[in-house]
């Protein structure tokens, strides 16, 4: 199935590179693994409802399994941020370039830099939205990890909101069984950045970390409960 969905998605990719839709449709496909491996998603978006505008969607990684879980949640018009080592990786990395994903290299701190800069320009100047995993790495299932500050300077210097996304704990999925219980995907209330300076984005920082970690603990004990019944 997978082999399948790189093949068309990368067919498709060569007919229209970098498209700002082509990571969605992606998205889509990888989402609909999710009920083949045995598992349950359930999406909420804000009470609110999402506006018609740019933002950085702000994500917790823990694992392989995100691949099927956070996607049945990204929309159209959004690209994700990943390191440039996955342009390395045969096949998918060629073709996670030409979805239009952004490739950072954290290694260097000056290019970095200028990844960054880039991103909000093409925030700005193409209407698109980012979905980046500001731990920068996976947690595997324990919590919430620090966050890198890229994300949030680049989010100020762009002058758009932030929406957090939640996964609950993703640590009971087994490639072996075919019950695989349930995964919550919360997408919580766009956090506004519009005013901001640059020297507070630590506060900004260390506000949606407290807000997303408390989040995640209820919605880990929420997936539990609905498991066990």
């Known amino acids: 199935m997978l082999l399948l969905a790189f093949v068309f998605g990368g067919l498709f990719c060569l007919l229209r590179p970098r498209h700002r839709d082509n990571v969605h449709m992606f998205a889509k496909i990888f989402s609909y693994a999710a009920p083949v491996l045995g598992i349950k998603v359930i999406v909420r978006k804000p009470s609110s409802g999402l506006k018609d505008e740019p933002c ?3 994500a917790n990684h823990q694992n392989n399994f995100d691949m099927f879980t ?7 018009g959004t690209v994700s941020l990943g390191k440039k080592s996955l342009a390395w990786v045969p096949f998918f990395g060629q073709i996670y370039w030409l979805s239009g994903n952004i490739l950072i290299d954290r290694k260097n701190r000056n290019k970095a830099f200028e990844t ?3 991103t909000a320009r093409k925030i700005k100047d193409k209407y698109l939205s980012i979905w980046i995993f ?3 790495t996976r947690s595997k299932g324990k919590g919430l990890l620090p966050f890198k ?9 762009a002058g758009v909101s932030m929406v957090p996304v939640l996964a609950s704990c993703q640590g009971h999925i087994k490639m072996n069984r075919w019950d695989n219980g349930v995964v919550i995907i919360e997408m919580m209330e ?20 407290a807000l997303m970690s408390a989040r995640l603990t209820q919605l880990n004990r929420e997936a539990s409960a609905l498991m066990a019944k």
């Not at 956070?70 to 159209?76: E, G, L, Y």
């Not at 500050?149 to 210097?157: K, L, R, W």
């Open 116 to 118: 960054m800069a880039q």
């Open 190 to 209: 766009p956090i506004e950045t519009k005013g901001l300076a640059k020297n507070q984005v630590k506060e900004l920082s260390s506000r949606i970390h």
């Open 70 to 76: 956070h996607t049945a949640a990204v929309p159209k």
């Open 149 to 157: 500050s890229g994300a949030f300077h680049t989010a100020i210097e």
């Open 134 to 136: 500001p731990e920068g």
């Open 56 to 58: 950085i969607y702000l």
